[in-house]
């Protein structure tokens, strides 16, 4: 299961569709009190919580505003924030109404793509950026500290345990990484890296599957490297940081790995949306 798959597309669109349709006067039905309260907790309880299923853990939901963003993603809290202003009006138009949607996708592929790289390193399929072995072991022996392994949350305990991964090193093997340094090192909560270690199996199946037509590595799996190298190597955090800034001039921000993928399945999910109401928005591509 993945936000690119159609099927997963495919319920999202269904979703606000159903979201769309009673937007002006949502059913009884629905928790909440008043129509933005019902609103709300049918996007955060119904719809994102369907979308997390499964997946990944569902990042906590807010509603509030920020300028004129429709949302974003927190990685360090896993919280999506959502303009409330949005859900608060009665008489929002389908064309505004579908980007709030793609913004949803948006932000919530963005919370994969980390989960997807936690996955990964977990499984020992990646590599996390500018780290040898040795400093791996390191890190992994520092967080042993009497804590055990249970469920891969520690760095694993003893004498023996530090021998071992020190003899893993020089012999050429790789180091199984655990939850708790996994966490620390893409800055995501403990329980999330818990998920993704306890899932880790699913990693194979993920990068073994069909590649998006947008991607632009020739695997999946060097697509997911490129989404980590994006946001924790060194020097690409660094011009990351800048083309986001005041001094960037160029579209560098827009092609960074994470956010061409983020935008190009947000207008896949624009054109679903349009299917699945039967109404042709005319939002254009971003």
Known sequence: MSLQDNASMTAFANACSTLWTNWANPPLAWPGGDRRSKRRNRIDQTIITNVAAGLMPKPAVVFEDSGTSNGSFSWTPWRLRLRRTLTANSALAYAEFVKFCRTMYHELRHAEQFYRVAQGLLAG????????????AQELNALAGGVGAVGGGGGGGGVGALVARFNTVSTGGQLTLTAQLVSQWLSIPLNVAQHAYNNRGQFAGYIGGAKPDWFRRKTVKKEVEEWMRATYKGT???????????????DMYRDQPEEHDAHEIGNKIVAAIDAATGVASGVPNY
């Open 125 to 136: 399929s990646l590599q996390y950026p500018d780290k040898s072995e040795s400093e791996v």
């Open 236 to 250: 690409l955090s660094g011009l990351n940081a800048w083309t986001q800034s005041d001094e960037g001039k160029y």
